[in-house]
């Protein structure tokens, strides 16, 4: 039966059915005809110089279409969108064993492999910097030719005087906590084909978070101009932010300008993934935390250190974000946090779900609960004493003028049974078995921030049948937004979803708008869409009043498939109305920026972009976690999370998101480290890189707290971001409540049996 699917209803996705029956094509399905087949020689070494490379072998191998370096790299060879610092191919030094240092170009992925095998790589070992503590040794070694040494960014951000108010605290906690590299191990992993026309115009179809700004990397990477770029965007096999700047793309391209106008596929596998990818960024931070002898939070002083590995990518913003975060969704009167961002040579960090802050929120919140144990108060009072309410300033200053539902989390969490029966819940634990309830409250600025304009550009289209489309521009990595579009414009044209028609992104067909990252992109898209829609809307009742003669367009109502009089209850059909309008009358288009604050904290002019936010998600999570004593092993048993995200336009999607980042929080906390030894990743694939399975996890409950967001699309913000940054300070909590002061993520079995003995090393 058809359906108008309206907002707040808990609509099945418009993509759905078509997934399920496998009609859907990601990037990875496409096998154009003729295709030839690209791939990249990796470096291998984690530190050198090259001294030498013989491609004769690979070059004289029937089958092989172009073996290519450095040298035949055209343009900067730099890719990168904010800092430019990697080599689509290294020419003279490689700083990790996953850089690409030639480029083969075949008729099969056989002779691809032979090939690429029988290429000789002269490397003269470096001394490898493969940590923070040999980074910032006074006599590291350098992976780039800084004056800082290895220091990407440094910067401190104050608010008061935050080192002398700590002389007058109560209460003073303090510690260092780690976190690892993570693997985002999407299910699809980079891929893309890439088509060169005569006329120089190059076709991809990739597996990307950012089309658009796809073209201007590969163009200042290669030379070519970005006009000359057409870039399409199917749906993702996930992204989590691993897609969002170059993968396969500058490396694609470069084999698509030789391959003589055949088209080119490159599909890295899961260990290339692994070693070539980029990961979340590990990273080393320093608490102290004071407070008056009631709970109230005075004073913090953090230090936080980076490892961005061996190339910038977006680690001066991810870094940035961390310093934004520091303080949690709480008022702290007194702040300074100071960061650095330090090069390695470990594989290459970069954008990951929680972008920064979901390390930070292990710190903050295993000092809230060092605190609470010092003060003997309950953790969830003195977070709830000092959450962020509307009105407050935040850690950095800024005015919080949005929706802010931090208490209201916390408030659901307080009255949920799992934490009124948490100590008989403890008290019954099985022989050989801890058990403990933990806790976290956490936030995530949503958008781009300051300085980089976040906007949108919507288009939505009457096609000759009478049918509605809409051109989503902003990549859908399996979230949901493309069918929540579909589902906002149903609601304002009033249609079921068998009249309307969606299109993916793609840089000739759609408008530029932006990247579908930092929880922006239901958000910022949305907010174009709706005035898209509300202008289509317009322009047929008023078309429709000229054919019917009416005066008043208002008397007029768009119904499934037509136009109404509402009086005389007759329709004109959209199928006979799009006859009577110009083909450049049919499409109407929409744009929308989001805001940003006007406070500027100290020490934010350090960075120029994306810093600092106005908009922030809320969430609290509560996990009731078992350790058998025995073993070591972690396991949770049930998770609650109430997030604020607005308004929630589909419920259905809105707990798939939270249940997804849960998940993948977890396996953050538990089990998942990109463990290298000497620059050289040692997690190779998923074999021994291991993710959390269905089996693994508890379930999910998700409950939403219902702000009203006045910006977002019919109240809304974006949670992509914010699930992520519960689980790994909640699984802590709860250890930390059964004797085991946890430190170091992931709690792996051999932690735990450490920590059983007093070593948290």
Known sequence: MPSVQTIGSRSRRFDAMDKACGRERFASDEYPEGMLWAGALRAGVPHGVIRGMDTARAKAMPGVVAVLTAE????????GFIHWDMPVLCGDKVRHAGDAVALVV?????????????????????PVVDGLDAALAPDAPRVHDLETGNILKEATLRKGDACEALTHCAVIVEETFFTPQQAH?????????????????????????APFRDRFEIGRALGLPPNRLHLTAPYLGGGFGGKDGATVQCLLALAAMHAGGRPVKMWWSREESLLAGYKRHAARMHFRLGAEADGTLTALVCDLDYDTGAYAHLGVEIMALGLEHASGPYRVEHLEANGRCVYTNNPVAGAFRGFGVAQVCFAFEGVMDRLAAKLDMDPLELRAKNALRPGDRNGVGVGMISSTGMKECLAGLRGHPFWQSRDQWVREAPPLTRRGVGIAAVHNGMGYGRGL?????????????????????VSDMGQGNSPTFVQMACEILQQDESLMELVQPDTERSHPSGSSSAGRTTYTYGNALIKACEAMRDKLLHRAAMVLMVDDASVLELVPGAVRHAVTGQELPLAALVGMLHPDDRFCIGEAMMPVTQDVPEGGEAFRLGFPHLIFPYAAHLARVEVDELTGNVSVSDYVAFTDGGRVLNPQNFEQQVQGAVAQGLGYALWEDCFAEGGRLLTTDLSNYVIPGAGDLPDIESHAVETEEQSGPFGMKGIGEVGMNGPLPAVASALLRMGLPMTRAPFTPERILAAFDGDNS
Do not use: W
Not at 185 to 199: H, K, P, V, W, Y
């Open 453 to 473: 304009a976040d906007s949108a550009v919507a288009k939505v289209r009457l096609t000759e049948e009478g049918r509605f489309r809409v051109y989503n521009s």
């Open 72 to 79: 035949d790299v055209p343009g900067e060879n730099r890719q």
């Open 106 to 126: 075949a008729e099969t992925r056989e002779v691809l492999s032979e090939a690429l095998a029988s290429i000789i790589l002269d490397i003269e070992s470096l």
């Open 185 to 209: 191990c999407f299910l699809e992993t980079e891929n893309g084909t890439a088509r060169m026309d005569e006329d120089g115009t190059l076709h991809m179809t990739v597996s990307t978070q």
